[in-house]
């Protein structure tokens, strides 16, 4: 794990000051209640939606329904409840850590019966403790996937089949640092960054004219202009994209193109659209939805809800390149097994 010990005072003094309204404004957490505890949108001094914070995705739904719950969208109560408390006692700071959607995988696995332990993600050497596990938030769906309706994705076209293979086959060489994923290799964990539970934590800071998202893993910057500017020339790519945002209603939609190729589960091609809308649903709630349309990587367009959750806590600095003993001993190896 690479967590910085220093708080990441200077992007958000860039992104405070993109701001038009006083460093003391409240923020949307503090927005006003109406009649008998009923909660009211809370707007900027711009009137806009505010939707200002820090907002973390620790939701334990799983990206793609297991095929254990085909046919079914939801859990019950009891359901739910079953899988929180096995959740406990699987990772108590005893066992082995999961990430991921390991952790619904592993826990709905043992709520069924099974008999055997779990590995970490690592699997090999030194395996993580699960005191790393994040304390996830439950619901009663079985997928982020909203749409197809299976609540799976769709199926990959060959190129990007075969791009996977290709990755796969890389690290198994580690000939080089080249061979490692962009996370690995602290350029990009990806935009949009679907995953929960390390480091899953995102400030959203709003002036009248932009919208800034830092995602706090290697603490990259989306900067989100509302002047409804055109994109950029297809031949200027970049990892996060060229983002453009507009108002609809009460919701910030969020259109991105320009990606480079690979910027997005390791598989997207420079035909990656991307549309994210967030709304504000409460006090300290924000629903998040995602539409990936990339017809390079995936036969037909997807669509994910992922609920956000208001935090307290402020955004650390994630020291990548500073902690990043991973990769070197990653490639120290491969160098001993070559010999």
């Known amino acids: 794990m690479r967590f910085g010990n220093r708080m990441f005072l200077t992007a958000i003094g860039v992104f405070l000051s993109l701001a038009q309204i006083p460093a003391t404004a409240q923020p949307a957490a503090n927005a006003a209640k109406n009649g008998a505890g009923a909660w009211k949108?809370?707007?900027?001094?711009?009137?806009?939606?505010?939707?200002?914070?820090?907002?973390?995705?620790?939701?334990a739904t799983p990206l793609e329904r297991p095929k254990e719950l085909a046919g079914r969208a939801y859990l019950t109560e009891q359901e739910v409840a079953a899988l929180k408390q096995k959740a406990g006692e699987l990772f108590n700071g005893q066992s082995d850590a999961a990430f991921g959607d390991q952790v619904f995988v592993n826990v709905l696995a043992n709520v069924k019966g099974a008999k055997t332990g779990f590995k970490s993600t690592d699997g090999q050497t030194g395996d993580y403790s699960s005191v790393w596990t994040v304390e996830r938030d439950w619901d009663n769906r079985t997928s982020l996937i909203t749409d197809p309706p299976d609540g799976r994705l769709p199926e990959m076209t060959p190129e990007a089949r075969q791009k996977q293979l290709a990755a796969a086959a890389n690290r198994e060489r580690n000939a080089g640092p080249e061979d490692r994923s962009l996370s690995e290799r602290c350029i990009t964990f990806g935009s949009p960054r679907l995953g929960a539970g390390y480091n899953s934590y995102f400030q959203i800071v709003q002036s009248a004219n932009e919208v800034a998202i830092v995602m706090e893993t290697i603490h990259?910057?989306?900067?989100?202009?509302?002047?409804?500017?055109?994109?950029?020339?297809?031949?200027?790519?970049?990892?996060?994209?060229?983002?453009?945002?507009?108002?609809?209603?009460?919701?910030?939609?969020?259109?991105?193109?320009?990606?480079?190729?690979?910027?997005?589960?390791?598989?997207?091609?420079?035909?990656?659209?991307?549309v994210e809308r967030f709304t504000r649903t409460g006090e300290n709630s924000?629903?998040?939805?995602?539409?990936?349309?990339?017809?390079?990587a995936w036969v037909k367009p997807w669509t994910a809800m992922i609920p956000l959750r208001q935090s307290r806590d402020a955004l650390y600095e994630y020291a990548c390149q500073e902690g990043n003993y991973g990769l070197q001993g990653i490639l120290a190896g491969a160098r001993a097994e070559d010999k």
């Open 220 to 274: 990259d910057t989306r900067l989100i202009p509302l002047d409804g500017r055109p994109h950029l020339p297809a031949n200027i790519q970049t990892w996060l994209g060229d983002p453009r945002g507009r108002w609809e209603g009460d919701t910030l939609v969020v259109d991105t193109t320009n990606y480079k190729p690979g910027a997005f589960m390791n598989v997207s091609s420079e035909k990656l659209h991307v």
């Open 41 to 59: 949108l809370s707007k900027t001094p711009d009137g806009q939606p505010d939707l200002q914070g820090v907002w973390a995705n620790n939701n």
């Open 286 to 296: 924000l629903k998040w939805e995602v539409t990936i349309d990339d017809p390079g």
